[in-house]
């Protein structure tokens, strides 16, 4: 069982359009991070959420953190080409050194 | 900006030969992670290392596995007799105050085990 689920797995949009990502879990935890990896390199951290509801934006994205701190989601506003590639979450539970992430969502847009 | 360094970025060898990957963390992190990731599958945790020790360590992390810390600036990850599945890519990461905390990821070793 994957402690972290995402959805959609894989997502192809046009340009323009709105999308969100899900993350989505039983376990609660006492942060949540939101990473984007390009083929052959490392995770690049986008944004941690750390309180029930939090929700941050950074510039086109939005970042919510569900009030019981056991899902996430990740919405796009207007996407762009540049957006593609794999979005992926992560969680550090209460009293863990350690990052569980997500099984990740491949976004494609289309020019 | 600061970044964490991994050094080699691919590294071939064959099974039964010991590796080592190298990491340089950003400097003023306390916290230091090797995570792994085989082709097409998630990340997943091996190894979190503070204070001169391992703070936790996840199943994959057995007896083949050992990290150092052997002076102010490295953090190593040696796989002492490696196997076929240890092929993949290894990112070392490093945070200011542990997991709660944005961790930073290197570009990742490819280690392939022939």
């Known amino acids: 069982t994957q402690l972290l689920e995402q959805s959609p797995q894989f997502l192809s949009i046009q340009e323009g359009e709105n999308l969100t990502v899900y993350c989505n879990s039983s376990s609660v935890f006492s942060s949540l991070q939101w990473y984007r990896q390009e083929p052959g390199e490392g995770p690049v951290l986008l944004v941690t959420v750390v309180t029930g509801g939090e929700v941050k934006k950074l510039k086109r994205l939005t970042f919510q953190f569900g009030d019981a701190r056991k899902d996430s989601s990740l919405h796009i506003t207007a996407a762009q080409p540049g957006d593609t590639g794999l979005y992926l979450c992560?969680?550090?539970?209460?009293?863990?050194?350690?990052?569980?992430f997500g099984t990740g969502t491949r976004l494609t847009v289309i020019p | 900006e600061p970044e964490v360094t991994q050094t080699p970025s691919h590294q071939v060898t064959q099974m039964g030969q010991e590796v080592i990957l190298r990491c340089v963390p950003i400097?003023?992190?306390?916290?230091f992670y090797w995570y792994r990731q085989i082709l097409g599958q998630k990340v997943e945790f091996l190894v979190s290392?503070?204070?001169?020790?391992?703070?936790?360590k996840s199943e994959i992390f057995d007896d083949q596995f050992s990290v150092e810390r052997p002076d102010g600036s490295n953090f190593t990850l040696k796989i002492r007799s490696t196997k076929l599945e240890d092929s993949a890519m290894y990112f070392c990461a490093s945070s200011r105050q542990g997991a709660n905390t944005e961790a930073f990821f290197g570009q990742g070793t490819r280690l392939t085990v022939v």
């Open positions: 400097s003023n992190h306390l916290y």
């Open positions: 992560a969680g550090a539970l209460t009293g863990a050194n350690n990052l569980f």
């Open positions: 290392f503070y204070n001169n020790e391992i703070s936790e």
